[in-house]
């Protein structure tokens, strides 16, 4: 069905490139202030220049006007690029005051009236993205703040897309996953029932486990259950729904490496780096779904395009089908019968756009950890704790086992050791516990693979002109891993543990007598475990003699 719709798209010519089909267009961002959500308006704002402006909901902050939030998102490096070649660019950006867990999202009146009048285009994605979140919020945010997002396009009068973002892991609980909408784990007016019903928190936290079934988390939960909001009330809008799999650091532009996102494997990533953490659960035969983030915003942008260009062809052959014989009118009025009684049947099926690694370009687990080591070895940190040491286990059991020798048993010593001097410190063992809650719920899709489907995202590239494709790179076939990977490694430094590469030989320094105190540790460890073997063999032979 794809291919039979893709064969029928008409030749693009520079009037529907992208840059072209945001001219003069009003775009709202939900969840600006995120990871993709930056990297997103950054990307509009420069590959896009003709377009008119930005609007961004933003949740008030005590102490910090909207503007202030505004100028903080804006002083990032990320942002350094655009600045230079749009010294202006600020005036196409506004804050509007909201808040998506709110009921109505907290919009004044007038600032609702605004973006009903003026919007064209509207990338929904915000969204708590904490994996152990309390169903109330995640369900205030993901899920109720879809649907008030929903009721506000509908009032758009100028409406030609509407973007919802979810996530390629909302229907994890499969291990096939079509681009398509699957039933969800409870429909929308029950799990609303519930939240309206049980006031108490503590004891919906009771009944989560319940209510979770085969879902992992309260994230993949909610997600799921909006894209079936999305499909049940937005039928009658321009829609279309993005899955992205594992978001990471940039591969192109506009700054290559950057992140400022320590959620997933990145954290991880920085924790290893550090030699703070040093054991992991994963099966490395898996699939490590990674996607680049301004990759991932260069599809989702092509998307958005897609949708509108699709509606603007609808429009003109509705257009120029108008005709003044009744003959002609007769036949109108059956061509468009038959027409609704083909969307009666689609209305429903929102499209959707599964944006993996894992069909053009699979990594593994076991190649993530050779890039990370082998990457990261040129370029330790001047503020690592320790040398390099990662312990992949597969099982539960032996994850546990490393778990205590290698993070708690460390912990508890060097706790007791500043207990002993009367010094103040940081309580490691308690750092230690919310690292491993952290690396916890990772396990879950490290543990695991899952088999995708991508073909809507192929035949999307192939319909974007070469010039489009030069500047919304998005095909995964054409990325090198081992080029990432060198660097994601520096940008993780530079960006999220802020230490300039100038640091370096400093660094080198401190890491090279990191790795002596680690084999001298180590030599220690297997010499007192040798004694003890031995003294148990000893013990043993001298009893059966």
């Avoid at 007016?189 to 989560?208: C, F, G, P, R, W």
């Avoid at 909006?226 to 009330?233: F, G, I, S, T």
């Avoid at 992949?392 to 778990?403: D, F, S």
């Avoid at 991508?454 to 095909?475: A, C, G, I, T």
Wanted: hydrophobic share 40%; with cysteine.
């Amino acid at each position: 069905l794809i291919s039979r719709y893709h064969s029928q798209i008409m030749e693009l010519t520079p009037s529907n490139s992208i840059p072209a089909s945001f001219r003069d267009l009003n775009v709202l961002v939900t969840g600006g202030t995120g990871f993709m959500g930056k990297v997103l308006m950054e990307k509009l704002l420069r590959s896009c220049p003709e377009l008119r402006h930005i609007y961004l909901i933003i949740r008030e902050k005590k102490g910090k006007a909207l503007n202030q939030r505004l100028d903080d998102i804006f002083q990032d490096p990320l942002f350094s690029v655009l600045e230079k070649e749009q010294p202006k660019y600020r005036h196409k950006v506004s804050g509007i005051a909201g808040d998506m867990a709110a009921k109505g999202l907290s919009l004044k009146p007038e600032d609702r009236d605004r973006l009903t009048q003026e919007v064209d285009v509207v990338f929904h994605g915000a969204a708590t993205v904490r994996f152990d979140e309390k169903i109330r919020i995640a369900y205030n945010i993901n899920i109720r703040g879809t649907k008030e997002m929903l009721n506000l396009a509908k009032d758009m009068n100028n409406l030609k897309a509407f973007i919802h973002i979810s996530t390629a892991y909302a229907n994890c609980n499969r291990k096939d996953i079509d681009e398509k909408v699957y039933e969800p784990p409870i429909s929308h007016e029950s799990i609303t029932e519930i939240m309206e019903a049980i006031k108490n928190d503590e004891m919906l936290e009771v009944m989560l486990p319940r209510l979770l079934g085969d879902w992992p988390n309260t994230y993949a939960y909610t997600k799921a259950i909006a894209e079936n909001v999305v499909k049940e009330l937005g039928s009658d809008l321009p829609l279309r729904i993005f899955r992205p799999a594992i978001v990471v650091g940039t591969a192109y532009e506009p700054l290559i490496g950057w992140t400022d996102n320590v959620y997933g494997p990145t954290g991880l990533v920085m924790g290893v780096g550090c030699g703070v953490i040093r054991t992991f659960q994963a099966d490395l035969k898996a699939i490590a779904n990674c996607v680049p983030v301004d990759m991932s915003v260069s599809a989702l942008i092509a998307v958005a395009w897609e949708t509108i260009i699709d509606k603007n062809k609808n429009i003109k052959r509705i257009k120029n089908s108008e005709i003044t014989t009744e003959e002609q009118n007769m036949n109108k009025r059956n061509n468009t019968a038959q027409f609704d009684e083909i969307n009666k049947k689609n209305e429903n099926e929102p499209p959707v756009y599964n944006y993996v690694s894992s069909v053009e370009k699979p990594l593994t687990w076991n190649d993530f950890k050779h890039y990370i080591e082998f990457h990261g070895a040129s370029v330790p940190t001047i503020r690592c704790m320790w040398y390099y040491c990662l312990i992949v286990t597969r099982t539960k059991l032996a994850h546990y086992v490393c778990l205590y020798l290698l993070h708690y048993l460390p912990a508890l010593l060097i706790d007791g050791v500043i207990k002993l001097m009367r010094k103040e410190g940081v309580n490691l063992f308690q750092i230690y516990k919310k690292i491993d809650k952290f690396s916890s719920v990772l396990s879950y899709f490290s543990t695991q693979s899952w088999k995708f489907s991508n073909q809507r995202v192929q035949s999307l590239w192939d319909r974007l002109s070469p010039e489009d494709k030069q500047v919304f790179q998005f095909n995964m076939k054409e990325l090198d891993w081992d080029r990432f990977f060198y660097n994601y490694i520096r940008g993780i430094r530079v960006y999220l543990v802020k230490d300039d590469l100038s640091t370096l030989p400093q660094a080198m320094i401190r890491w090279k007598r990191f790795y002596w105190a680690h084999q001298f540790l180590k030599l220690i460890f297997f010499y007192i475990a040798f004694r003890i073997l031995w003294a148990t063999i000893s013990a043993s032979y001298s009893y059966l003699v």
